[in-house]
């Protein structure tokens, strides 16, 4: 069976319908890429996913793991190993940047019933991650993005994914803002953890991004829903002729 | 302020013989003070500085004056501990002296530390001054200093502390006010007196606790006077229990280039107020005030910040938190004036405030007043909530919520306690703020 099945799902935001019927199913070790023009729903998809507030779910379901992920918390999807990498990383100041992420680390093995990391377990498999994801441990001692650049957000929503493993990971926008050096960098810690257990959900306006992170699939969403769907030469039609004549109400 | 007929509190205040030294100045002092007193009775919330502490309720309580037993009353040494901190101590348990819990074997050279009664009765004059000033207060603009005026007229004893010029006193000096439960519901008062000498240097941790019951009204007065380039770290932790009354007024005066910072916690009590008073008299004095209040269940606790720059390149920084839970009230004023002659000084103020409830309420008020020039000056205040935005996101990575409200709440507070510089200090009060954070 699929690790998420999507099916008919309709969301309103603010009253407004965002989400109009969309349907998807991911499996295990698949990267999939979710294309479209403003304001087609991309970000709606991920927030629904996540479980933030505000965004209202009328009909349809979705199916993680088999089970109904929209009757859970946000910290209970986290715990299950859903993951979201913020288009907008918030700044959290006074709250330390390891802190937080052992918090976080912990609540999710509590969660699941595993013995939680004292911080010497942990401090060695951040030190392990960091090699990995080649950032530098001064990013550590900081607030939670508090002061960070732009690409040093995206960099850190990686490296947070890093440590904490999940098993679906939801990139919103993640190569928004970047700079081609940062992009390269995202995409290499996207790369490094490509596995054969963990599917991901890149969420993007660009096809820039699909030349570092190749994906198995491509999706073309607009107005609320999934009007296309490819391999990776879809992105590369998309670049060539844009939004526009994809699906009804594509050019909205 | 006239009133028909005396308030309960008022009474039973005033239904107590004064304390008799001997000292014909002091005694007539107080007898100054208890006549203010009984003719101004306590101040309502038209007056500008109660406007947000209403003393209806305290008003019409009776509590009994002094504890006979206060001498064998069992404190356990826990109540006062602290990590990193075993120097001199002074206690009093219920306004009484007590030495058996006080630490004052092998002072260091140039420190003074003892009981006021004691220093009065060794030699009072240098003390004429300070204990004759509250007398003087009498004009209508201080009408709201009522429990001043009491407690000039009651306290009995207090903390003398006095640090000899140049020296530098290298352990925290520890003062301890402590509320033990007793048959009755007790009233004390304490007179506090702290100087400096010129470039002394000292560590002052203040602290006040109390049993849970029976209810209690602690009054404590302190005059701080640092001289010519003294230096002052002074922590506050008030954590008395939720049945117990504090109200204290604390007035600091900086000479030349004397230095003051304070940092506050405001945990505890039923009703707490405090005055917080500093005079910048000599160039380039400085104060620097943190501090955080964290009322909740139904506790009110007011904070009144008065700092008066009087002199010139003065500078103060004051940077407070309030937190409230439940149906809990806090109360902030900053009140800020940079006087004619001023010139150069630097003042800032910031008051931030979370509401966790929809109960809660929190009334802050900045004041500015500039007469100088060349002044810098900034203040701000706000009153909110959580970011929901932070709160999705410590979610999203699996913290629960109520930990997510908690890992906030306390990131807030805690940047009052950044640059308190006894590290062991800094971490145990970071615990007491987290362990008042709504489970």
């Known amino acids: 069976m699929s690790m998420l099945i999507i099916e008919n799902l309709h969301a309103r935001v603010e009253g407004k319908e965002i989400l109009k019927g969309l349907s998807l199913s991911v499996n295990a070790g698949e990267v999939h890429a979710i294309m479209g023009p403003n304001g087609a729903g991309k970000s709606t998809l991920g927030n629904v996913l996540s479980g933030r507030d505000g965004y209202e779910v009328t009909s349809g379901s979705v199916t993680y793991d088999g089970i109904d992920l929209l009757a859970l918390e946000p910290e209970a999807r986290a715990a299950a190993g859903v993951f979201l990498a913020f288009q907008y990383p918030v700044e959290i100041p006074g709250v330390n940047n390891t802190y937080f992420l052992r918090a976080a680390f912990n609540a999710q093995r509590k969660a699941r019933g595993e013995k939680e990391f004292d911080s010497m377990q942990f401090l060695k498999l951040v030190r392990e991650k960091l090699k990995v994801m080649q950032i530098s441990d001064e990013l550590l001692h900081r607030a939670v993005n508090e002061g960070f650049s732009g690409g040093e957000k995206k960099r850190n929503e990686i490296f947070q994914m890093a440590v904490l493993e999940p098993q679906l990971a939801i990139l919103d926008e993640t190569d928004s803002g970047l700079d081609i050096d940062a992009l390269k960098h995202v995409a290499d810690g996207v790369n490094a953890l490509r596995s054969p257990d963990r599917a991901f959900l890149m969420i993007t306006h660009y096809q820039r991004l699909l030349d570092y992170v190749v994906p198995d699939f491509v999706h073309v969403l607009a107005d609320g829903r999934i009007v296309e769907s490819g391999d990776k030469s879809l992105a590369l039609k998309l670049e060539e002729h844009g939004y526009a004549g994809l699906g009804e109400g594509a050019a909205a | ?439």
């Open chain 2, 1 to 439: 302020m006239s009133q028909s007929a005396p308030l309960p509190l008022v009474e039973s205040l005033l239904d107590v013989p004064l304390p008799a030294s001997g000292i014909a100045w002091l005694d007539a002092a107080r007898h100054e003070n208890r006549a203010a007193f009984a003719a101004a009775g306590l101040p309502d919330t038209r007056v500008e500085a109660w406007k947000y502490t209403a003393l209806r309720a305290l008003g019409q309580r009776r509590f009994t004056h002094g504890d006979d037993g206060a001498a064998l009353r069992a404190v356990a040494a826990s109540t006062f501990a602290l990590p990193g901190v075993d120097g001199p101590r002074l206690v009093f348990v219920n306004g009484v002296f007590r030495a058996d819990l006080s630490a004052l074997d092998a002072l260091p050279a140039g420190l003074t530390l003892q009981p006021l009664s004691q220093a009065l009765h060794d030699d009072p004059e240098p003390l004429r001054f300070v204990l004759s000033r509250p007398a003087l207060i009498g004009d209508a603009r201080e009408v709201g200093d009522a429990f001043t005026r009491i407690n000039a007229a009651s306290a009995a004893d207090g903390v003398m502390l006095r640090v000899a010029a140049g020296v530098k006193v290298a352990a925290p000096v520890q003062l301890v006010f402590v509320g033990a439960a007793a048959d009755v519901e007790l009233a004390w008062h304490l007179r506090n007196v702290i100087e400096l000498g010129e470039g002394a240097d000292l560590s002052l941790i203040e602290q006040h606790v109390s049993d849970a019951e029976p209810a209690q009204l602690a009054t404590v007065v302190s005059d701080i006077e640092l001289h010519e380039g003294a230096q002052l770290h002074h922590a506050v932790v008030q954590n008395v229990a939720i049945a117990t009354s504090l109200i204290r007024r604390s007035s600091v005066r900086l000479h030349a280039r004397a230095h003051a910072m304070l940092h506050a916690l405001e945990l505890g009590g039923a009703l707490v107020r405090h005055d917080l008073r500093a005079e910048l008299v000599g160039d380039g004095a400085c104060f620097d005030t943190r501090g955080v209040f964290m009322p909740h269940g139904r506790q009110h606790i007011d904070t009144q910040l008065a700092i008066r720059h009087q002199a010139l390149n003065t500078r103060s920084t004051s940077t407070w938190r309030g937190v409230a839970n439940d149906r809990a009230r806090g109360v902030f004023r900053g009140a800020i004036v940079v006087a004619p002659g001023a010139d150069g000084s630097d003042a800032s103020l910031s008051n931030k405030n979370l509401l966790l409830s929809p109960g809660a309420e929190i009334d802050t008020k900045p004041e500015l007043e500039i007469y100088a020039d060349e002044v810098k000056a900034a203040h701000g205040a706000t009153v909110g909530q959580l970011d929901e935005r932070s709160l999705f996101y410590l979610r999203s990575r699996g913290i629960p919520l109520a930990e997510a409200r908690a890992l906030l709440t306390a990131a807030f507070c805690r940047a009052v306690l950044d640059d308190l510089p006894n590290e062991a200090l800094r971490e145990h009060l970071s615990g007491l703020l987290v362990a008042q954070l709504p489970a």
